[in-house]
């Protein structure tokens, strides 16, 4: 299996995951000029940029660990493009999905990146 496909069935997963939940998926694969947003979803009030990883082997880590400082930053950049090309006025907040093995661990890391 090629990589988009890896990554478009982590997305198919983590999106189910997120509907249990109790999220609402508003879309997938957001362009911005910083890159791409896996899932863009609300819980609540507050709209979600959510990254989603798999990792199938531990061997350089958990999915959690691929969500490096440089991968934060470019996060933080894309989720500011998004709300403001939205328009949006109430919160906003960046979650990881993290798949770790053949998709039996998934995990939910809400507010996992912000500026502090």
């Keep these: ?18 509907k249990k939940e109790g999220y609402e ?13 896996d899932i863009v979803a609300r819980e609540g009030r507050t709209v979600c940029i959510v990254e989603v990883k798999w990792r199938k082997s531990s061997k350089f880590g958990s999915a959690a660990d691929a969500v490096d400082l440089k991968k934060q930053l470019k996060l933080m950049r894309m989720a500011k493009e998004y709300y403001l090309e939205r328009n949006l006025t109430g919160p906003i907040r960046i979650d990881v999905v993290a798949i770790d093995g053949d ?3 998934v ?7 912000f500026e502090g």
């Design 1 to 18: 299996m090629n990589t988009k496909k890896i990554g478009d069935s982590g997305e198919d997963l983590a999106v189910n995951f997120l």
């Design 25 to 37: 998926i508003l879309e997938r694969n957001f362009r911005s000029r910083f890159g791409e947003i």
């Design 103 to 105: 998709g039996q661990v």
């Design 107 to 113: 995990n939910l890391i809400r507010n996992a990146v």
